[in-house]
């Protein structure tokens, strides 16, 4: 109740100032007088010079010249204490699944970005050891979804090895 009687006074006060009547600003007339250096936008402090001749000459191109290839390197066979490197020593196999080529890793995993997508064109494929529902699908270039789809399991369903699924 004490605190209703504190905030009337304070809302009539705003209530009252907001609804007066003298609302005018005092106009003066603008004359010429307010441009600076008799109308133009520059102040007087600023004084124009001449380009400096440096700043007119040509720029020049940097030249380029190759050096001359002398001679080829020559290879030498590596001597047989030196220890031998298999150049293919990511990949662990390859193999051919319909017209694809498959190439795995050492743990048998697929390689995709060594495998061409959508490489597939019969329209079943048998599962094998390791196969996943995204390497059919990436084989026949469809989603998991879509694989799924046309066989009627979920997306998460595990492949047994041998399992026979539509892919068209």
Known sequence: MKKSFLLLPLVVTFALTACTSNNSAEVTESSSDTLPNGGTWQPADIQPTSMPSGMNQPISQPSYTPAPIT?????????????????????????????????????????????????????????????????????????????????????TTKLKVGQTLRVR
Do not use: W
Request: aromatic share 8%; glycine share 8%.
């Open 71 to 155: 001679a080829k390197p020559t290879v030498t066979a590596p001597s047989s204490n030196h220890t031998s490197y298999n150049n293919n020593a990511n990949y662990g196999s390859s193999d051919s699944i319909g017209n694809c080529q498959v190439i795995r890793n050492e743990v048998g995993t697929p390689i995709y970005a060594q495998m061409t997508k959508g490489c597939y064109t019969d329209s079943t494929i048998t599962v094998g050891p390791q196969d996943t529902l995204y390497f059919v699908s990436f084989l026949a270039g469809k989603t998991p979804a879509e694989i799924a789809a046309l066989n009627n399991i979920s997306t």
